[in-house]
């Protein structure tokens, strides 16, 4: 069963330190993976995907995700986090074909920037 | 935390067709949203589903094409109207619920294929 685990709900740094967002996936098969961010009150942006290209995706805004195959992971960092930054992340599997459901979004981790 | 039902899972449809899509939400919510993913892009807005009058939609959408209601706040539907091969896509609902803590919650999608 494909599943998609965001290990913290929440996440609070400083600002201009190292952002890590933690993302767990489940599939059987080799999954597109996605980062969105959700600023409130506006829609859903997408970060950056990866589709079985390169294991290192960049993305905007300074963020990356490294895609392990071994480890089932899809960590989102950034080196030098911005108050900007301060929002709420979704990790999500695109899951054609399959049973559960099409898209399978994690729970969130809000990020908080202090300054 | 709210649960979001969405129907159908996946459908195959012909040319020229509407399909209504549903989303039934748990527990009532604030605000309601319809997205899109056509093959290899990212998550579009469609429109905001708003309880009791007509939808607010983003540039490039209308309402004649995508026909939403929002009749009470735990139910919404999105129509897609005469559809055509472009229509193909995956079809997401989302909704905030806000119990003293503004959450997004995520349908799993429906997969559309117009032949």
């Known amino acids: 069963a494909q599943s998609v685990t965001q290990l913290d709900s929440h996440v609070s740094v400083s600002e201009g330190t190292p952002v890590l967002l933690r993302c767990n996936y489940s599939?059987?098969?080799?999954?597109?993976l996605f980062w969105y961010v959700q600023h409130p009150n506006k829609g859903l942006q997408l970060l950056l995907k990866y589709t079985s290209a390169a294991t290192l995706v960049k993305g905007i805004n300074g963020f990356e995700a490294e895609f392990k195959k071994s480890e089932t992971s899809f960590h989102l960092t950034k080196p030098s986090a911005h108050m900007s930054d301060a929002a709420e992340y979704f990790c999500?599997?695109?899951?054609?074909?399959?049973?559960?459901?099409?898209?399978?979004f994690g729970k969130g981790t809000k990020l908080s920037v202090k300054p | 935390s709210a649960v979001i039902s969405q129907k159908p899972s996946r459908d195959i449809c012909q040319r020229g067709t509407s399909l209504t899509i549903q989303c039934q939400v748990d527990s009532q919510v604030t605000m309601m949203f319809w997205y899109r993913q056509q093959p290899g892009q990212s998550l579009t807005l469609i429109a905001t589903a708003n309880q009791g009058s007509e939808a607010t939609y983003e540039s490039g959408f209308v309402i004649d094409k995508f026909p939403i209601s929002r009749p009470n706040l735990t139910f919404s539907t999105l129509t897609v109207s005469n559809m055509s091969p472009e229509d193909s896509s995956i079809y997401l609902c989302?909704?905030?619920?806000?119990?003293?803590?503004?959450?997004?919650?995520f349908g799993s999608g429906t997969q559309l294929s117009v032949l």
């Open positions: 989302s909704a905030w619920s806000g119990q003293g803590g503004e959450k997004l919650f």
């Open positions: 999500v599997v695109e899951n054609y074909g399959g049973s559960q459901g099409n898209l399978i």
């Open positions: 599939s059987s098969y080799s999954p597109s």
